[in-house]
């Protein structure tokens, strides 16, 4: 995730009003990354994860095939389901934590 998160800083075109392809790159591999995990595991954490990746890969779409699309709109959406694969991982480090908190006392 962190190596994601550099990487779209590092390639974000400052400026541009049209879709940011290398970005957009970054965001699959990043959904990929995330649904190989979720597809081998039963956490459901990385489930929600995933599947908020791929609507932001989704926003990416929608806003490459109707350039009319408002910026402020692109991005509403694209925050609003990062701030969600960000809630699914602090869920997945609490619920890691509560694991380990209860191994120990038992």
Not at 18 to 46: E, K, N, P, T
Not at 75 to 85: D, E, H, L
Not at 89 to 102: D, E, F, I, M
């Amino acid at each position: 995730m962190a190596i994601c998160w550099v990487a779209s800083v590092i390639v974000d075109n400052d400026g541009s009003r049209g879709v940011q392809w290398a970005i957009l790159a970054v965001d699959i591999l990043l959904a990929v990354w995330l649904a190989v995990q979720a597809l081998s595991s039963v956490r459901l954490w990385l489930m929600l994860a995933a599947g908020a990746q791929i609507m932001i890969l989704l926003t990416h779409v929608g806003f490459a095939l109707t350039p009319a699309m408002m910026q402020e709109g692109f991005f509403s959406a694209y925050y609003i389901w990062s701030y969600v694969v960000l809630l699914a991982l602090a869920l997945g480090c609490l619920l890691r934590r509560r694991k380990t908190a209860q191994q120990h006392q038992g």
